[in-house]
């Protein structure tokens, strides 16, 4: 599986931004992909997933509300649609799958994820 991930940038706050992963080896449409970030200093924090074969997403407390991920399942790509931007949302982003469809409970731990693209950065500062 090869995820590539794309779209960060720098955006002032409360600005809006879209990073896309594009998974070139899936060739079926289950398993669960997911958004992590990363800042400076930090670990590596959950933003939100989704189980493909549902389209069922959950979302980090921190960005419920202003984050939604969608996918194009025909092209196989996850978005993630960032709107109300603020400056503690400065990270590494990383895009993350596994062919498994995870519990609500693990959608969050990174280690249950088996592919990682490279990360993208987003800058929100003015």
């Known amino acids: 599986v090869q995820l590539q991930a794309s779209g960060g940038g720098l955006v002032q706050p409360g600005g809006s931004l879209t990073l896309s992963c594009a998974d070139a080896g899936r060739t079926f449409r289950t398993g669960t992909m997911a958004w992590f970030r990363q800042a400076p200093g930090n670990e590596r924090e959950f933003v939100g997933a989704v189980r493909r074969s549902e389209g069922v997403s959950r979302y980090a407390g921190s960005v419920k509300g202003r984050f939604t991920i969608s996918t194009n399942n025909a092209k196989n790509i996850m978005f993630l649609q960032m709107n109300s931007l603020k400056p503690e949302d400065t990270a590494v982003y990383y895009c993350?799958?596994?062919?498994?469809?995870?519990?609500?409970?693990?959608?969050?731990?990174?280690?249950?994820?088996?592919?990682w693209g490279q990360g993208t950065p987003v800058t929100v500062s003015s």
């Open positions: 993350a799958s596994t062919p498994s469809t995870l519990i609500v409970s693990s959608l969050g731990n990174p280690r249950h994820y088996h592919d």
